[in-house]
């Protein structure tokens, strides 16, 4: 009798924990999803600015000059938070890639 109350309440925690998991699991994705097209929206908002910045400024108002300023430092800062993201992603296929035991590899990668 014991036996079978133990194999219920560890059925009804695996059930759980399948479901749990594969919520969470579906969560990850529809936010991964979400990261890549900020992404492609963020690089295409930075090419589009530094097509802006390239033309050349015909007023010298301290005004346009912060303009100018500030969109530089958005540009730079699109670019820092796209770089951060993809880091993220180096990361994780980093780790998921075994090291070589001798380090060998590494070593003849970094001469050529």
Same mark, same amino acid.
């Given at each position: 009798?014991?036996l @079978?109350l133990?194999?219920?309440?560890l059925?009804v925690? *695996?059930? +759980? =924990?399948?479901? @749990?998991?594969?919520k969470?699991?579906?969560i990850? *994705?529809?936010?991964?999803?979400? +990261?890549?097209?900020?992404?492609?929206?963020?690089?295409?908002? @930075?090419?589009s600015?530094?097509?802006?910045?390239?033309? !050349? *400024?015909? @007023?010298?108002? !301290?005004q346009?000059?912060?303009?100018? =300023?500030?969109?530089? /430092?958005?540009?730079?800062?699109?670019?820092? +938070?796209?770089?951060?993201?993809?880091?993220?992603?180096?990361? /994780?296929?980093?780790?998921?890639? !075994?090291?070589?035991?001798?380090?060998?590899?590494?070593?003849? /990668?970094?001469?050529?």
């Open positions: 009798m014991i @079978y133990i194999i219920a309440v059925s925690s *695996l059930a +759980i =924990s399948i479901y @749990y998991a594969i969470f699991s579906l990850i *994705l529809k936010i991964e999803d979400a +990261i890549e097209e900020s992404l492609d929206i963020i690089d295409e908002r @930075y090419r600015i530094s097509k802006i910045l390239e033309i !050349p *400024l015909f @007023y010298d108002s !301290p346009i000059r912060q303009v100018i =300023s500030d969109i530089k /430092a958005t540009r730079d800062t699109l670019l820092l +938070i796209a770089n951060k993201f993809a880091s993220i992603d180096e990361k /994780a296929v980093d780790d998921e890639e !075994p090291a070589s035991p001798t380090g060998q590899e590494d070593n003849d /990668a970094k001469k050529g």
